[in-house]
């Protein structure tokens, strides 16, 4: 997992806390339906950053995709309350009717608060947004079915650098999203390779 240093000149080595986070993030392992690939982190919002991409395919179709991304501060930042911020994007097609329901919004950042504790993820300062649309198609493409997406962008700041828990239960809002089931208790994933 290679890391984005914001740093002019000599790199210094990662600090201890980020290789950490990063060990913790390695050490996921996801549900079949989820490829994660590391994509480039952002540019200027701290000096260490790394992110994730992923996909989520329900037979042989998209369901959902999203992005993770871990920024890390050794000085900290005032907004973030910590040294680590975690940044999220997850969007998915759902059915029209559910796209129309003005609780889905509540009910999807619930999704979120509910992961985070279900997977001990400890987090501060969390924030963010629930968007639904819903869409018609007409003219040539009138036959295309009636179809709505939700979107949700949030962030939050680990409290340890721990961040492989905050992984998994951003994976798990994700499936949420993809209209994939909760797999039942004691069943584990196997590990498979990640694309790169």
């Known amino acids: ?4 240093r914001d740093h002019g000149g000599d790199t210094p080595p990662v600090p201890p806390s980020f290789a950490a986070a990063l ?11 989820i490829s994660l690939e590391e ?3 952002p540019q200027r919002l701290s000096p260490y950053a790394v992110a994730l991409q992923a996909e989520v395919v329900v037979d042989d179709e998209e369901a ?6 871990l920024l890390h501060d050794p000085a900290g930042q005032e907004p973030w309350d910590g040294e680590f911020r975690v940044v999220t994007f997850t969007k998915g097609t759902v059915e029209l009717d559910i796209a129309s ?3 889905l919004t509540e009910v999807a950042w619930s999704w979120l608060t509910e992961a985070l504790d279900d997977r001990g993820a400890q987090a501060r300062a969390e ?3 629930v968007t639904r649309t819903a869409s018609q198609s007409f003219g040539a493409i009138e036959d295309r079915p009636p179809s709505g997406d939700v979107e949700i962008r949030a962030s939050w700041t680990p409290v340890t650098p ?8 951003w994976a798990d809002v994700l499936s949420r999203v993809a209209g994939l ?8 994933t196997l590990p498979l390779p990640r694309r790169r």
Not at 162 to 169: F, Y
Not at 181 to 188: D, K, R, W
């Open 1 to 4: 997992m290679s890391v984005r």
């Open 23 to 33: 060990a913790s993030i390695r050490a996921v392992t996801l549900r079949p339906e």
């Open 39 to 41: 994509t480039p982190a």
């Open 64 to 69: 959902a995709t999203g992005r993770f991304v």
């Open 101 to 103: 329901d003005p609780m």
């Open 127 to 129: 924030s963010g947004t």
């Open 162 to 169: 721990d961040v492989g828990a905050h992984l998994l239960a």
């Open 181 to 188: 089931q909760p797999l039942p208790a004691g069943v584990s």
